[in-house]
């Protein structure tokens, strides 16, 4: 048994080649492992969805996002693995504000969850464990003033949401 088999080449070669088969006999058999290598490295992704609404109270001594018309911050955090804990920081203060705007202001934060992790109310500076995957997350952050009001003008608080080993 004769099988002939060609070939054509980007350069318009033809190359041909001619296998006999002999009855009667078998080629080699072999065999071998293919190895797929991976790799999951241990991370947190924290990612925000949304930026939070502060409104005041009706005195005017309370910048909140659950005022009426606030709105909490949006992130997401994605896990690896179950080895870190989530953390929201207290806000040190305002990044812009009007004159007077941070004069005698206290801050605070607080953190719902939902998804692999589910948490409520969890309050600054406080270390909640992260399960494996998606972790939806709700920020919310206040300013009250001691004495007087907000000044009117426009106010930015940032919260520092971290992952952290655990």
């Known amino acids: 048994m004769r099988a002939c088999f060609a070939v054509a080449s980007k350069f318009g070669f033809a190359a041909a080649a001619s ?28 990612t925000v969805t949304a930026s939070g609404t502060l409104t005041p109270n009706a005195t005017y001594t ?9 709105a909490p911050g949006g992130a997401t955090a994605v896990t690896t693995s179950s080895n870190f804990n989530l953390v929201i920081d207290a806000p ?6 009007p004159s007077g705007g941070d004069t005698s202001v206290t801050y605070d ?5 939902s998804g ?17 995957g998606l972790t939806n997350l709700s920020i919310g952050a206040s300013a009250t003033k001691a004495a007087g ?13 971290r992952c952290v080993s655990s």
């Open 109 to 113: 934060s607080s953190v719902t969850a």
């Open 149 to 161: 009001v907000f000044p009117a003008g426009s106010y930015q608080l940032p919260v520092t949401v």
């Open 19 to 46: 296998v006999i088969l002999m009855p009667g006999h078998v080629a080699a058999q072999s065999s071998g492992n293919l190895l797929f290598d991976g790799l999951i490295l241990d991370v947190c992704i924290l």
């Open 92 to 97: 040190v203060g305002f990044s812009s504000m």
């Open 62 to 70: 309370e910048l909140s996002s659950s005022n009426g018309g606030g």
């Open 116 to 132: 692999v992790t589910i948490l409520g109310g969890v309050g600054a500076g406080v270390l909640s464990g992260l399960g494996l």
